[in-house]
C-alpha cells in the first residue's frame, strides 16, 4: 500500500525479560536456570484466545470477557501475571487485568489534564505505557502533549510537558508533540516518540529533556543525532541489546536508534510489514510487529519476516495498537479497534487452531448519528448512489477488483462534507492519499472518503485542527490529523472532490458494518429489486444452456454446479439509470410442483452485506466473472451473484450445489433478493432442472 493510503495507530511496549524497565511491581529477575528461557520458536502458528472485551465500545469494568473498553490502545505485562493498558477515546483511563480475569480501573477519571490521587486524575488520549524497575507506571498522554507517571503509592504527576510544540530543556519548560510511544531503561531514564515533532526525545533522570534523534521536519534518513529523520514515529521498544527500536510508522520501517543517537534502518520498506504500529521483543532478538493490515509479523534475527496473523490460514485484526511478550513467549495484543485484549498462543507443530473471534462485535452499537446525513441539509434526503458490498473494478478494465465498502451520498464537486456523529481522531494517520480520488478522513468507526480533507476546494485549512504539510518545494505533501483531536456534529470535515459523492463506511477495513443501519432523515426504500437472471455454471464455469422445453439436463455426478443471480435495486427518488445492489442474495431447490425441499423451506440467504469480510478475493467468491463494468462511465453495473458461495457475517467461503444428494428428476432453483428495507426482489426467479439418472 502506498505510504499516503495508510491508516491506522500504534503503540508499544518493551518487554524483554532481561530489561526490568518494562515490569510492573518488582524488578525483573535474571533466568533461574543456567541454561536461560527457552529459545523463541519461529514461524509458529498462533492460537488466538480473548483475554478481555466482549467487541462492544464502552466503559465496564469486571469480568475480562464481559469488559468494555473504548481504544484499548497499548499493555503492558507484569511479573505477577497482571496486563495494564492504556484506554482512550471516551474513557481516557489507565486499566488492568488481573490474573483472576478482572479487569479495575487503575487511574483516570474523564477527560482533561489534572494530577492527583490517580482515581481522581484525568487524561487525554493515553496512548504507550511502560514501566521502571520500581513499579512505577509511564504514560505518554498524547492529548495532553505530556508524558504522566502513576507511582507504586496511587499519585499521578506530570513527568514533562504538558504544551502543544517543540523544546528541550526542563521537564516544566519541555514540549512535545502529541507523544505517542514510551519506554523505560533500566536505569530510568525515559525514552519518548515525539510522534508529530517526528524526533525521539529522552526525559533524564535529572528532569531535563533532550532530543536523541530526529530534526525539525519528517523525512526519511539514517544518520546521527538531529541529521536523521523519522515520519510519524509511533512506538518504541527495547531489543535484546538494549538499543531503542522505534515503529516509523509513515516511512514503513522500523528503525534502531544507538545510546549516540545514531539511527539505522532495521526493517525497511516494501517487504512483509505494511504500517508498522506496535512492536515487542524476546530475549533471543526476535520482533514482533503489528501493522496496518491487521497483521501480527515475526521478525527472525536474520530479517526474515512471518506473518502469524493476517495470513492465508489466520484471520487479521482491526487495529493491533499495542504488543508485549509474556515471560513464557505467549503474546499478547491490544486490537484497538476490536474494543479487545488477545493472547496468542503458540500451538505444537502440526496442530491446528480453533476458530476465534476476531474484530468488533457484529451487533457492537454504530456510531449515534441522529439520522444526519453528511452533506448540508443534515437533516434532509440525499441521493444514494452506492451501497455496502457492490462490485467495484479498476480504471485499468478489472472489473472485480474489490467489493464497495460504504454507503455513496451524492453531492457537487466543491461540497462541503460535514460530521454525521460526535468522534475522536484514533489513528495517528487519520488522513490519506491527498489529491488522490479516494483521500478520506478517519473519526473513530467513521470513515469519510472523496474529499479534500480539511481543506476548501483551494486547498485552505479550515482551522488549526488541520495540520498541512509541505514538501520542500512549497507544494502541499498531506494534512495531518493529531490522534485525540475532537470532533464535533456538523464540523466541516473537507469538500467533496471529482467523485462527486461522499463515501460513509462504519469500520476498519475487512470489519465495516452496513452503514444504512445508521438511518437517514428522509431516507425510504420501497422499491422492489429486480431479478433478471438466474443461470447454472458447469465444472468450467461455463452457463447451462435449456432445451427447447426450457428445461436445463444436469447430471447428478460430479464437482455440483454454482448458481448465479443477477439482480438490482434502487431506493425512493433515485434516478432511473442509478442501480444499486441488494442487501442479500439467495436461493431455494423446490420439487416440480413448486414446494420447498427439506432444508430449502426458506431461501439460503448466502450472500448478505452486513459485515464485510477481510480478504480481498472476497469480490470474486461474491461475484460471477461477468460482473462489474469494464469501462468506467459506458455502461451500467451488472451484479451477478455466486449465490451457492458464501459472503456474509465477515466470513467467505466458496461451494457448489450437489445434484448428487437428490434422485433423479425434475426440480426448481428459485433465486431469491431482499434490500435492505425488506423488499422482496421481482421478476424471473425460477429456472427448471432435469437430474439424469
Known amino acids: 500500500m502506498a505510504r499516503r493510503h495508510w491508516m491506522a495507530a500504534g503503540v508499544v511496549v518493551a518487554t524483554a525479560v532481561a530489561l526490568a524497565a518494562t515490569w510492573w511491581e518488582s524488578p525483573a529477575s535474571g533466568p533461574t536456570v543456567a541454561s536461560g528461557p527457552a529459545a523463541t520458536p519461529l514461524g509458529w502458528t498462533a492460537q488466538i484466545e480473548l483475554l478481555a472485551g466482549d467487541g462492544h465500545p464502552g466503559d465496564r469494568d469486571g469480568a475480562a470477557a464481559q469488559a468494555r473498553f473504548a481504544d484499548p490502545y497499548a499493555l503492558l505485562a507484569s511479573a505477577d501475571g497482571s496486563v495494564y493498558f492504556t484506554d482512550a477515546g471516551d474513557n481516557n483511563r489507565i486499566r488492568r487485568r488481573l490474573p483472576d480475569g478482572r479487569i479495575e480501573t487503575v487511574a483516570g477519571q474523564g477527560e482533561g489534564r489534572v494530577d492527583g490521587p490517580a482515581l481522581q486524575a484525568s487524561f487525554n488520549t493515553p496512548s504507550g505505557i511502560a514501566a521502571d524497575a520500581q513499579g512505577n507506571l509511564y504514560v505518554a498522554d498524547t492529548g495532553n502533549h505530556a508524558i504522566r507517571r502513576v507511582s507504586t503509592d496511587g499519585q499521578v504527576t506530570t513527568l514533562a510537558g504538558g504544551q502543544q510544540g517543540f523544546a528541550d530543556g526542563p521537564a516544566a519548560q519541555a514540549r512535545f508533540d502529541g507523544p505517542m510511544g514510551i519506554a523505560v531503561d533500566a536505569q530510568g531514564q525515559v525514552y519518548v516518540a515525539d510522534t508529530w515533532n517526528d524526533r525521539i526525545r529522552v526525559i533524564g533522570t535529572d528532569g531535563n529533556v533532550r532530543t536523541l534523534a530526529g530534526g525539525d521536519r519528517p523525512g526519511f534518513a539514517d544518520a546521527l543525532g538531529a541529521d536523521a529523520r523519522f515520519d510519524t514515529p509511533v512506538a518504541l521498544a527495547f531489543d535484546a541489546h538494549g538499543a531503542l ?3 516509523d510508522l509513515f516511512n514503513n520501517a522500523v528503525r534502531r536508534v544507538g545510546t549516540d543517537g545514531m539511527v539505522s534502518t532495521v526493517v525497511g520498506r516494501g517487504e512483509v510489514i505494511n504500517g508498522p504500529l506496535s512492536l515487542a521483543t524476546t530475549h533471543d532478538g526476535v520482533l514482533y510487529v503489528g501493522d496496518l493490515d491487521g497483521r501480527i509479523v515475526q521478525v527472525t534475527p536474520q530479517g526474515h519476516q512471518l506473518a502469524l496473523l493476517g495470513n492465508d490460514r489466520l484471520p487479521r485484526l482491526a487495529r493491533p495498537s499495542g504488543l508485549a511478550v509474556e515471560a513464557d513467549g505467549t503474546l499478547l495484543v491490544a486490537d484497538s479497534a476490536a474494543y479487545r485484549l488477545h493472547r496468542l498462543r ?20 454504530l456510531p449515534d448519528s441522529g439520522g444526519r446525513w453528511p452533506l448540508a441539509p443534515q437533516d434532509g434526503w440525499h441521493e444514494v448512489v452506492g451501497t455496502l458490498g457492490e ?4 480504471f485499468q478494465g478489472e472489473s472485480r477488483h474489490h467489493l464497495h465498502g460504504g454507503f455513496d451520498v451524492r453531492g457537487d464537486v466543491g461540497q462541503t462534507v460535514l460530521a454525521i456523529a460526535e468522534g475522536k481522531i484514533s489513528s495517528p494517520i487519520a488522513a490519506w492519499s491527498l489529491g488522490g480520488q479516494a483521500e478520506g478522513l478517519a473519526v473513530d468507526r467513521l470513515k469519510y472518503i472523496h474529499m479534500r480533507v480539511g481543506r476548501t476546494p483551494r486547498g485552505e485549512p479550515f482551522d488549526a485542527r488541520w495540520q498541512p504539510l509541505y514538501a520542500e518545494d512549497g507544494t502541499l505533501e498531506r494534512i495531518r490529523v493529531r490522534r485525540g483531536t475532537r470532533i464535533h456534529v456538523g464540523d466541516r470535515l473537507g469538500s467533496i472532490n471529482n467523485q462527486a459523492h461522499v463515501h460513509l463506511a462504519v469500520g476498519n477495513g475487512g470489519f465495516e458494518t452496513n452503514a444504512v443501519a445508521l438511518g437517514f432523515k428522509g431516507y425510504a426504500d420501497h422499491f422492489a429489486p429486480r431479478i433478471t437472471d438466474v443461470a447454472l455454471l458447469d465444472d468450467n464455469d461455463q452457463p447451462l444452456a435449456a432445451g427447447s422445453d426450457g428445461v436445463v439436463m444436469l447430471a447428478r455426478q460430479g464437482r455440483g454446479v454454482q448458481i448465479v443471480v443477477e439482480a438490482w435495486d ?7 439509470r442509478r442501480r444499486l445492489g441488494p442487501y442479500q442474495v439467495g436461493y431455494q431447490i423446490l420439487d416440480a ?8 423451506e426458506q431461501p439460503r440467504w448466502n450472500i448478505v452485506f452486513n459485515r464485510m469480510p477481510p480478504q480481498k478475493q472476497a469480490v470474486k467468491v461474491a461475484y460471477a466473472p461477468d460482473s462489474g463494468i469494464t469501462v468506467h462511465g459506458s455502461a451500467v453495473t451488472r451484479f451477478r451473484y455466486l449465490v451457492t458461495n458464501t459472503v456474509r457475517d465477515g466470513l467467505m467461503e466458496t461451494g457448489r450445489w450437489q445434484p448428487a444428494a437428490l434422485p433423479p428428476g425434475e426440480y426448481i432453483v428459485r433465486a431469491s433478493a431482499r ?6 426482489g421481482v421478476g424471473p426467479r425460477d429456472i427448471r432442472v432435469r437430474l439424469l439418472p
Open 391 to 394: 462490485v467495484r473494478g479498476t
Open 245 to 247: 527500536l522505534v515503529a
Open 570 to 576: 434502487q431506493v425512493d427518488n433515485n434516478l432511473p
Open 346 to 365: 503458540p500451538l505444537p507443530v502440526g496442530e491446528l487452531p480453533a476458530p476465534a473471534l476476531v474484530g468488533p462485535a457484529s451487533d457492537a452499537a
Open 675 to 680: 434490500d435492505y428495507s425488506g423488499n422482496e
Open 593 to 600: 410442483a413448486g414446494q420447498p425441499l427439506q432444508g430449502y
